[in-house]
């Protein structure tokens, strides 16, 4: 895992991202969340920056990562 990342999460009937202790939230849906957590993390300028789904339910996920994201 990288040492930058973003974390979503579902908390108290919300989705919700952290990164840093710092919590963006509320988000409706796992999807914007996810996409709020991209943005931030596209945002950051890290080459090593990865956003990481926890589902109660399931292990975490990394869903994107910086060095994987083409620009074109």
């Known amino acids: ?8 999460y579902r908390r108290d009937g919300c989705w919700q991202h952290t990164n840093r202790g710092s919590v963006s939230a509320p988000f409706k849906t796992r999807e ?4 709020s957590a991209i943005e931030d993390a596209r945002n950051t300028n890290d080459p090593g920056v990865e ?5 109660p339910e399931t292990t975490a996920e990394t869903v994107w ?8």
């Open 1 to 8: 895992m990288s040492e930058n990342h973003f974390i979503v």
């Open 32 to 35: 914007a969340a996810i996409e």
């Open 51 to 55: 956003v990481i789904v926890q589902e």
């Open 65 to 72: 990562r910086s060095a994987d994201d083409s620009v074109d």
